[in-house]
């Protein structure tokens, strides 16, 4: 490695020599007890060509110096001397310092880290053995994570302590990895999660990532990918890229961020990398995008020059007050800055000025001595927001108060008493690290297990004021500690992107509303998907449904599919139409069958009514009644009483009429052969044989219904079948074999009538109501043959409503065959109603 500084024994017994060529301290003062620092004070490196034929160059650190490490430096130097003067943490002991710049490269860091270890002596021990105590008791970095990793790896086998201010990645949690290692910036583990849940709090599901192609980008990008899973957050695209990358490189993650759909780009990125993201970015046309960024670098004040980012979001460590350190860090003059190179460097870059003499080749001219760091406004001077130079002082801090643990001894009512005579070892300053809790200007100082700080963030939004400069707005904050709802808080408008007056959107397929699911498009991210309505008796009720759920068996999807509602039930109704015509038809024919009676009973001893057989008659126009009326069972809601009501009355009242008609009909062929020579006949069909059939034939009905009743009777049904979004409800026949045998008894009757009626066709006209009957009992038949049909195929209400059609009109038929012809001749024919035209005629001729 080049420049890497090593120990090598002398072949001539010479002792431990240095290899290499040791870089001095950018700042150093001696004292009892020495801490480390390195900071990345510059982003480059010198870069070198290895030919393997004779010594590498000297890395040398390039490009301009970064203002906020070395702010970050001189805090570190304040931090020991306010220690230093301090009567009551190491009274009477000096710390000392040695600050070097690792040039945020990890072969610098390195080497940084054995010279910390080892010293810059250039004879170790001539004729012992190469071993010694460590230079330093402790190391207060680095700014990054790569460097820091690289050094702790170096310290870990000396057990010397290292604190780091700023290095995030969660790797250096792992302490088989990096035993000796703390810091006082949370693990980006916890800065994750904390982004994930950002992200999922704005309903942003779509997002791009970029990271810095690092320890710090690469873990933490790995750690947020994981986390934003968890949440359902997809990443549209995750690309990575590092600040020396050509320039091809950097314009293809340009070009991807830019050509992406995803608004929103969460970077995990390191700020020297993002200054580099930003020059490729530039010049590009693109819509306004949503930054998310990391503690590196949203809250760096070099950043907020670049209105690319304005309206970024972050969460960013918080922000605290130094007492005293404003002062300290403008107390520099050009006295002081010009005897150390890195401070000279630093002034002729703030001032742009050269202190040399003579101007320079960036054709800066000599200083004149009348400048000011209070005149400047840079990342350096500016301490409105201390976040990262606090994690600085709590590192030199943790390491006086495990000192102070080991040499002193703390009385109560007493001054501490320090004893710097003690000789200390980084591996006993490592232990009391570990155990160290105090407080410093209101902010405590402790470690876990694993030398992590809690987790604590501000979120960070960058807002454009008034006057057009940025700045850093606390609108929330994140603390891992706090109760469960509690975690993440934000309390303040966010000011967004450019051109994005409300929260931006990101999602690779708009929510699906209530009533639709989620179904997953083949081959993209579980974000992108087709919103697909919920099929037929299913519903979802929530916002991005995966699934939708079927409704009880009751209940049916309203229009809308977001709820499941009590579907309807239907049945034939006396407040429908179709009931009301129904009802009244029922009414009608009752009203019929009653005035047939009246005029009968008023006429009763006129031929016509005679000659018909008046008992079957009234008999018949009294079951055609109830004929008529029992149809009016069959409608309204259906119940258990109903149910049996309706089919046995219909059943037993019907077999009464087709029973009246079959004994006219028997009475009226009998009578006919009785006039023949030697016919008794009529003795077998007087009035009580008459009663008696009819009696008979009712009977058999009432038995089968009775059977029917008692072993599975007709009962109320909901009936879900016929249609799937309302029910029906019906009066199940419970015995399908009970019912089609009351049906089929009706039947049977009414084709032995039909039979015996077309018989009796040669009958005498005048006397002869056969041909009435015969008639009636073909509408009858025809009407119930129809009905079977059409009572099979009729869906719900329509079926008791063809039953109760089959019922009314057979009565009908029944009625005005039989009846009306006589009704007719008694009021408007009465001089048709003798005896004498009654006999009048015979057939002429057979039919």
Partial sequence: MAGDLTLANGSSGSGCTLQGTPRPASFSQPGDFMIGGVFSIHYFVSSTEHNYTSRPNELHCTGSVDFRNMRFARTMVFAIKEINNSSELLPGVTLGYQIHDSCSSVPVAVKMA??????????????QSCSKSATVHAVVGDSNSSPTIAISRILAPFSIPQVSHFASCACLSDKLQHPTFSRTMPSDYFQAAALAKLVKHFGWTWIGAVRSDSDYGNNGMAAFLQAAQAEGICVEYSEAFYRTYPVEKLRRVAEIISRSTARVVVAFVATGDMLVLQSALEGIQMAPLQWIGTEDWITDRMMSQFRLFAGAIGFGIPRSVIPGLRDFLLDLGPAQVSQSPLLTEFWETAFGCSLGGIQTAEGRKKCDGNQNLRDLQNPYTDTSQLRISNMVYKAVYAIAHAIHSIICTDEPNTPPHCNASIRVVPWQVMEHLRKVNFSRNGYKVSFDANGDPVAIYELVNWQTMRDGHMEFVTVGHYDVSAPDGQVLIINKNITWAVGQPKVPVSVCSASCPPGTRKAMQRGRPVCCYDCVPCAEGEISNATDSLDCITCPDDYWPNAEKDACVLKPVEFLSFHEVLGIILAACSVTGACMAFMVAVVFYRHRDTPIVKANNSELSFM????????????????????????????TAFGITFVLCISCVLGKTLVVLMAFRATLPGSNVMKWFGPLHQRMSVLAFTLIQVLICVLWLTTCPPFPNKNMKHYKEKIILECDVGSALGFWAVLGYIGLLSILCFILAFLARKLPDNFNEAKFITFSMLIFCAVWITFIPAYVSSPGKFTVAVEIFAILASSFGLIVCIFFPKCFIILFRPEQNTKKHMMGKMPSKSF
């Fill in 114 to 127: 054995f010279q910390l270890a080892n010293g810059i002596e250039p004879v170790f021990f001539p004729n």
């Fill in 620 to 647: 018949l126009v009294f079951s055609l009644k109830l004929c008529f009326l029992c149809s009016l069972t069959f409608i309204g809601r259906p119940s258990d009483w109903s149910c049996m009501l309706r089919h």
